[in-house]
């Protein structure tokens, strides 16, 4: 009978750790952070289904001190989707918490038009992240680099389904 609880037992700690409130990484150097990220993996989500790879953001800091987002993937015809949008930091200097919009500035006083990006897990080199949201239904996997060392990948990973993701809805973003 206890062989039988076993598993139920896995899956009731698994929910309770997705039920806890999502944990970020304490403080981000945002001027560390911009730059070139390239997608390794992603949960699938509506606003990227035409992408097939090639998958990267570019992050600057605009006059105003917000950030630039410069979005691109390839589509199947060969073409490159690029979309730009802005970020602030939420909360004091170092807040791993952004708010991100791609709808026109003109509309950046609604406040839907923002949604979450927070930095959930980031080495110290500044060379691997994992950005999701509160509610866990985002999750993307960035890299400095198009390919990623597996045993830091795989070290994620783990660290990822300690914070209650489910890893099995993980796309790996092609790189050719």
Known sequence: MLLCLAPLCAVADNNATAMQPLATIAAVDLSRYMGTWYEIARYPNSFQKKCVGYTRADYSVNPDGTIKV???????????????????????AGSPKL????APAWLSFIPFVWGDYWI???DDAYRLVAVSEPKREYLWILSRTPMVDT????????????????????IVTPQS
Request: hydrophobic share 50%; glycine share 10%; with cysteine.
């Open 70 to 92: 410069a979005n691109q993937c390839r589509l199947a015809s060969g073409a490159t989707d690029l979309a730009v949008g802005a970020a602030r930091q939420v909360g004091p």
């Open 99 to 102: 708010k991100v919009r791609f």
């Open 120 to 122: 959930i897990d980031l």
């Open 151 to 170: 045993a830091a990948y795989d070290a994620l990973l783990g660290r990822l389904r300690a914070k209650g993701f489910d890893l099995q809805k993980l």
